[in-house]
T-cell receptor, first 115, second 114 residues
Framework: AQSVTQPDIHITVSEGASLELRCNYS??????LFWYVQSPGQGLQLLLK??????LVQGIKGFEAEFKRSQSSFNLRKPSVHWSDAAEYFC?????????????FGKGTKLSVKP | DTGVSQDPRHKITKRGQNVTFRCDPI?????LYWYRQTLGQGPEFLTY????????KSRLLSDRFSAERPKGSFSTLEIQRTEQGDSAMYLC????????????FGQGTRLTVV
């Protein structure tokens, strides 16, 4: 069955420090992979996506993610975290089976940023 | 275009009552999705439309749930005979079919069943 695992429920980093959020997936075919961010009171916002090609993808707000097929991972990184990055981050995979567009989300990682 | 809008933002209802939520997608988007999110979980897919056609419903979706998109624009999600387990955030998203997975989400409707 298709699934997404985000092993870290909550991460705290200092402002200016680097960040890596982990995501592992289980999928029967070449996946489409996404990272979304959800700030309090805001809708989910797409940070970046991977469909094919270069395995290192750049997104908005200075985020990047690397697809590693051998590890079934799609980890999100940022070299220097800002206080405004505090939010919940969701990894997602899709589409699957015969459907065209619905996503399977992980449970999310909540990021806190220390001043 | 101001993005995906959902109404109401909050709804408190008594168990057994029916509730209806509305979603207005981004105007040029032909796909519309409904998700449900409970505390500590990621969004869970419920159903989606392409234009006015409902193309898929989650197997987890109870028969008490029904969704419509009558003219291929806005959509409504109705829950009949609400139960406490229906308490959740209901999220709507829209996208272009040519850009699969690149969904734009609304802020959601938080339902509390008491």
């Amino acid at each position: 069955a298709q699934s997404v695992t985000q092993p870290d429920i909550h991460i705290t980093v200092s402002e200016g420090a680097s960040l890596e959020l982990r995501c592992n997936y289980s999928y029967g075919a070449t996946p489409y992979l996404f990272w979304y961010v959800q700030s309090p009171g805001q809708g989910l916002q797409l940070l970046l996506k991977y469909f094919s090609g270069d395995t290192l993808v750049q997104g908005i707000k200075g985020f990047e993610a690397e697809f590693k097929r051998s590890q079934s991972s799609f980890n999100l990184r940022k070299p220097s975290v800002h206080w405004s990055d505090a939010a919940e981050y969701f990894c997602a995979v899709g589409p699957y089976g015969g459907s065209q567009g619905n996503l399977i989300f992980g449970k999310g990682t909540k990021l806190s940023v220390k001043p | 275009d101001t993005g995906v809008s959902q109404d109401p933002r909050h709804k408190i209802t008594k168990r057994g009552q029916n509730v209806t939520f509305r979603c207005d997608p981004i105007s040029e988007h032909n796909r519309l999705y409904w998700y449900r999110q409970t505390l500590g979980q990621g969004p869970e897919f419920l159903t989606y439309f392409q234009n006015e056609a409902q193309l898929e419903k989650s197997r987890l979706l109870s028969d008490r749930f029904s969704a419509e998109r009558p003219k291929g624009s806005f959509s409504t999600l109705e829950i009949q005979r609400t139960e406490q387990g229906d308490s959740a955030m209901y999220l709507c998203a829209s996208s272009l079919s040519s850009r699969l997975g690149e969904a734009f989400f609304g802020q959601g409707t938080r339902l509390t069943v008491v």
